[in-house]
């Protein structure tokens, strides 16, 4: 086979495989940088490319800032998805398993990296920067409301080698979300874990005002691509 030929081929296969997105009708009510077009994740050579497409430019608009963690807000863009929390590293059964791509200035939950560059671990919150997360029902949030499982004082359950030190079922990865205009694109390694079910979903968040369980709570859904939070996407 020639070279020139061979390259290609390769470069193809390198490619992340086609995938229907979950589609999304425009809602005059949402902020546009967080009214979701279209939700996507497909399959890579090495894992997983999570795509959100926006009617505004992602990533835009900033959280406000309260000055300390007590009910610092969070801003995010989320994939809930099908797999179990356990290919994450998790404690299988343990909840939704979601990726989010997050935004928060009042604190850093990344400790392991530098997002700015300035030398300092500790201070990059403010950044888009990634996070796998375990949701599930708490009514302690609100009626219906989800929020980040939390970690009871004395239980030692099983974590990624990148949990944050955090009493929250979380991750920080280290995968760095890629903003463009109207699209977020986040890039994750991971082992093939057969059929992936997903959905796409912005909101805010908000750390409990008392630091007491619930810690992190959604308080507030800006759009879901499916509508109902069915999972009607198959990553191919």
């Known amino acids: 086979m020639p070279r020139q030929l061979s390259l290609i ?11 229907a997105p979950v589609a999304s009708p425009e809602k005059p009510e949402v902020a546009a940088p967080y009214d979701i077009l279209a939700a996507e994740v497909s399959r890579t050579t090495s894992g997983l490319r999570f795509r959100m497409q926006t009617l ?13 963690l007590e009910g610092a807000a969070v801003h995010a863009y989320v994939w809930p998805l099908s797999l ?13 398993l979601a990726l989010a791509a997050t935004r928060h200035p009042d604190f850093d939950d990344t400790p392991l990296y530098d997002e700015d ?4 671990l500790a201070n990059d919150g403010d950044k888009w920067h990634s996070h796998w997360v375990v949701l599930r029902p ?4 609100g009626p219906g409301a989800l929020a980040v499982r939390d970690i009871p004082e004395g239980e030692s359950p099983k974590l990624p080698k990148t949990w944050p030190g955090l009493p929250l079922f979380i991750d920080s990865p280290g995968f760095v979300p890629q903003l463009g205009g109207d699209t977020i694109t986040v890039d994750v390694e991971m082992a093939d874990m057969g059929e ?4 796409g979903v912005t909101a805010a968040l908000r750390v409990n005002a008392n630091l007491h369980a619930p810690l992190l709570c959604v308080t507030d859904v800006f759009d879901v691509a ?5 999972l009607p996407g198959t990553a191919e």
């Open 9 to 19: 081929i390769a470069l193809l296969l390198a490619l992340p495989a086609a995938a």
């Open 56 to 68: 505004g430019e992602a990533g835009t608009l900033e959280p406000e800032k309260v000055g300390k």
């Open 84 to 96: 179990d929390p356990e290919a994450a590293g998790f404690e299988a059964g343990s909840g939704i």
């Open 117 to 120: 560059g300035d030398g300092d």
């Open 138 to 141: 708490d009514e302690a949030c």
């Open 196 to 199: 992936v079910k997903f959905d």
């Open 226 to 230: 499916s509508g109902d939070l069915s």
